[in-house]
């Protein structure tokens, strides 16, 4: 298995800022992904966070929005950009493969947007 | 039509009961299915996971998996009140479960004491 920790569990940002979510694992993962789960509804996924490249996003995500970093094999940060009440959502980080033989999720980030 | 179909409940059965959860989809492309329980402002804890059509137990819970119908259910026998949480079946096109995953909108099950 995989222990997933996320930082922050929570904020209450103001509307044009941005925030940074930090995504880490406790052992070394081929793959990381970004949800979100909007307030009474399931998970969607944002964008597939590559090690050393680009990550991939899912339509209806686009970079400058949604910009992510996995510098290494344990670590991702997703950066939601220039917020809006609409972004208010909890924010997931899910980790699998390498040491962890499914995919294995984080506690979330509970966003508010003002 | 939405991928994965899932009752969004709730669900309320008293303890002792068994538990039959399901979901349908429509994408014949999937082959790894999974089941997690999410406890209200927590993250998905994963219960389950199964490759290919059948069964597979372990100790309250059975995941059945039938392909051929699309059809994916968890049973849940001797229910308990710490059973009492969002029940989402996640599904993949990977042989792993370590690619995209497509979630139903969840199950909310309510068990009283």
């Known amino acids: 298995s995989a222990v997933i920790s996320q930082k922050p569990s929570r904020d209450i940002c103001q509307r044009g800022t941005s925030l940074t979510i930090q995504c880490q694992v406790d052992?070394?993962?081929?793959?990381m992904f970004w949800y979100r789960q909007q307030p009474g509804q399931s998970l969607t996924l944002i964008a597939t966070a590559n090690q050393g490249s680009e990550a991939t996003y899912e339509s209806g995500f686009v970079i400058d929005k949604f910009p992510i970093s996995r510098p290494n094999l344990t670590f991702s940060t997703l950066t939601v950009s220039n917020m809006s009440p609409e972004d208010s959502s909890i924010y997931l980080c899910?980790?699998?493969?390498?040491?962890?033989?499914?995919?294995?999720f984080g506690p979330g980030t509970r966003l508010t947007v003002l | 039509q939405k991928e994965v179909e899932q009752d969004p409940g709730p669900l309320s059965v008293p303890e002792g009961a068994i538990v039959s959860l399901n979901c349908t989809y429509s994408n014949s492309a999937f082959q790894y299915f999974m089941w997690y329980r999410q406890y209200s402002r927590k993250g998905p804890e994963l219960l389950m996971y199964t490759y290919s059509s059948g069964n597979k137990e372990d100790g309250r819970f059975t995941a059945q998996v039938d392909k051929s119908s699309k059809y994916i259910s968890l049973f849940i026998r001797d229910s308990q009140p710490s059973d009492s949480a969002t029940y989402l079946c996640?599904?993949?096109?990977?042989?792993?479960?370590?690619?995209?995953?497509?979630f139903g909108t969840g199950t909310r099950l309510l068990v009283s004491p």
């Open positions: 996640a599904m993949s096109e990977s042989s792993t479960g370590f690619q995209k995953l497509v």
């Open positions: 052992s070394q993962v081929t793959m």
């Open positions: 899910s980790a699998g493969g390498g040491t962890a033989d499914t995919q294995y």
